[in-house]
């Protein structure tokens, strides 16, 4: 069974950057997106951005400009970097897979990211 570890949260002042990263326990094949997900106490999840498997993205309209996703190799399967980060950045980030063979669909335990104003 495929496990994905995000890393890379933390306490940061606004303004400020970190970098997410997401790592399997396995090699995934064939995947066919690489997503960051986001959910802030009180509300719903929501989607940050994605990257394809031939190399689209796209982002929320409140990351544009600010956050970058890419992909990694082997079990680092991706990352976001998050720059310029805001109080209401603060959330839960999470890492999600879809595979297309066989169609599998793999998350994340979650990483806190927080921003102080």
């Known amino acids: 069974q495929v496990q994905l570890v995000e890393s890379g949260g933390g306490l940061v002042q606004a303004g400020g950057s970190l970098r997410l990263s997401c790592a399997s326990s396995?090699?995934?094949?064939?995947?066919?997106?690489m997503s960051w997900y986001r959910q802030a106490p009180g509300k719903q999840r929501e989607l940050v951005a994605t990257?394809?498997?031939?190399?689209?993205?796209n982002y929320a309209d409140s990351v544009k400009g600010r956050f970058t996703i890419s992909r990694g190799n082997a079990k680092n399967v991706g990352y976001l970097q998050m720059n310029s980060l805001k109080p209401e950045d603060t959330a839960v980030y999470y890492c999600?897979?879809?595979?297309?063979?066989?169609?599998?669909?793999?998350w994340g335990q979650g990483t806190q990211v927080t921003v102080s104003s």
């Open positions: 396995e090699v995934i094949y064939r995947i066919s997106a």
């Open positions: 990257i394809t498997s031939a190399g689209s993205t």
């Open positions: 999600n897979i879809l595979q297309s063979w066989p169609r599998s669909d793999y």
